[in-house]
Each structure stands twice: as C-alpha cells, then as structure tokens.
C-alpha cells in the first residue's frame, strides 16, 4: 500500500506545453509581469483578523488611503477576543488585545467591510470561516495576516499568508507583488489505514522529504486517497503545507468541493452558480 508518495515536478513554463491547476489561477491573475518571474496579482479576497489586520486599517487611515475593493475584505473577531464562555466584547489574554479588538470592530463601520464579531453564530477561525461561508473559492485568491492561510486551499482557493504591511498594500490596491513558485505534486495512493488522517499523512510526508523541501514550491495534493477524502479532511492537509514550508497548498477542485460549497452565504447563486462551476472545472 503506497498511500505516501510525494513527487516534486518542474516548474511548467507559460508556452504551449500543459499547465498545472496553479499556473492557470496564476494566469488568470497576473494584472502585469514586473521582471523575472515577479507579477502584480489581483487579490479576489482579504481577511482580517484584530492582530496584524487592526495594524494594517490603522496604516491605511494613517497614510490617508481608502479601500480600493471594500466588498471583497471580511474581517472577523478571532485572534486576541478571550475563548472563555461568555467573555466579553474586549475581553483578551493581551494587554493590547482590548484596544487592537475595539479597533478592528470599528473598520467594518467606517469602511463598510463584511464584518463577523465575537458573538455571530458565524463566528470563528478565519481560516475555517472562509470555506465554511464561501468566502474562499475555487480559482480565487485569497490573503490574511496567518501562515495558516493555506488552509483554504482545501476548496481550490490560491491562498497564503500575509503582513500587515502587505495587507495595507491590499486594502489600499487590492493587489500583491508575488514571485511565482515551482510547482510539487504530492500524490497520495492507496486507502488510510483505520486511525490515520489527513494531519497523519502530512506529517508522514514532513518526515519522508523534509520540514524545508516546500520551500519554493506551490504544493498540490493530489492522488486517490486525496480525491476520496472530504473537504474536512483537505483543509488540514492544505493547512499543513506551510510546515514544511510551501507558501501554498491546495486541492483542485471536483464534485466534493461544489457539492460543500454550494447554496453558502458567499457562493455564486442560481445561474451564476453553474457558470462558475462550468468556469472551475475547465481549470
């Protein structure tokens, strides 16, 4: 049973040769090439949280700039808010938790950000509130101040982690210089023995090539064990790929993924749903 097997390609080139799920949301964002492999991308989706995204707004009024695309940033209460049951609307284990929370509830208002606060019953990590209402979809991308940002990569989101300082850039222009990566596959076959899971075989994976062979590399996963897997299970696996040290991680997206994502609160609805669905199986 070779349910591990982890297989680095070559970075395809923009030629007339075959190109990966990533080139192609790679394309389709590139606004101009800066030189080298550097491009100015389209960002579709930003995320803030009260840590580093209070920092960025602050920035943002600060150097008297205006959102470029105010519907396309969602902020939510996760970072610093208290998980203690019923805490309070400033309740934090920070001592600058209070005033970076109190901040970052305030943006939503002053700039008409999608907005989830400590107590919405949608309320969450930003990373598991992306997929769960839509925010994050397929051949999008997507930015938030966490390393963890991968994670949505699970429902075919381009999707990685930022800085304050770049999420100012983002907010201000709703875009991002990036340097393209390589591509990896990893390809895992097989079916799981009874008790291991999608952290399992990552981990499997970090252990087998390295906690620093990402490095340079947009990783997706791949293979039947990831086909068969449900969207709860990719997202962790996608979630992990920053471990060892791939900036992105993701899962081309199928009938699992359109059947999670659809009819949730972001989604394309009705005739827009099944032109984005024609839109995302033809990448």
Known sequence: MSWLNAMVG????????????????????????????????????????????????RALAQ??????????????????????????????????????????RKAPQAYGFHFIDYDNTEQGIAHVVAPELAIALPGTTLVCCDSHTCTVGGVGALAWGIGASEAEHVLATQTLAQTKPKNMRVRLEGELPRGVYAKDLILALIGKIGANSGIGYAVEFAGSVVRSMPIEGRLPLCNMAVEFSAKYGFVPPDDITFAYLKNKKYAPHGEQWDRAVSDWRAL
């Open 10 to 57: 070559d970075r395809f080139e923009m030629t007339a040769s075959p190109q990966t799920y990533f080139d192609k949301v790679w394309r389709d964002h590139v606004i101009t090439a800066l030189g080298e492999d550097l491009s100015l991308l389209q960002i579709d989706r930003l995320v803030l949280h009260e840590l580093s995204g209070s920092q960025a707004v």
């Open 63 to 104: 150097n008297n700039r205006q959102p470029d695309s105010r519907g396309q940033v969602f902020t939510v209460i996760e970072h610093l808010i208290s998980t203690r049951l019923g805490r309070g609307a400033l309740e934090s284990v920070s001592i600058s938790g209070p005033a970076m929370i109190d901040g970052t």
